[in-house]
């Protein structure tokens, strides 16, 4: 079993910052991956990658926050921060937080919603 706890997000102005971390608890050994994941408000779009660690520090971004996304984490410890900056109004949307283990399971944090707007 594993636990994630989410902090951060909020409303933002556009062309604003905001970050959000996630920490694990529980059976962390065995995770292989936790990444941060968004949905459109209503469900619109599938949900879609923002950010992911993998166990050996590779970090993917989703193309939509290229280059406005920095992710930084601890792969021993499970808790990884993300930093979004020059936020649009597409940004808003429902962001949680997954862990892979190795056993082929996946957890999901209960979300937090992130709403860009002037």
């Known amino acids: 079993q594993v636990t994630l706890v989410e902090s951060g997000g909020g409303s933002v102005l556009p062309g604003g910052s905001l970050g959000l971390s996630c920490v694990a608890s529980?059976?962390?050994?065995?995770?292989?991956?936790m990444g941060w994941y968004r949905q459109s408000p209503g469900g619109s779009r599938e949900r879609e990658l923002v950010a992911r660690i993998e166990y050996d520090g590779t970090i993917r971004y989703g193309n939509s926050v290229k280059g406005r996304a920095t992710m930084s984490g601890d792969t021993r410890k499970w808790t990884v921060v993300l930093a979004m900056s020059d936020l649009k109004a597409e940004d808003t949307g429902f962001y949680s937080c997954?862990?892979?283990?190795?056993?082929?399971?996946?957890?999901w944090g209960p979300g937090t919603r992130v709403t860009v707007s002037s």
């Open positions: 529980g059976n962390i050994r065995s995770i292989i991956a």
């Open positions: 997954n862990v892979d283990r190795n056993t082929g399971q996946d957890y």
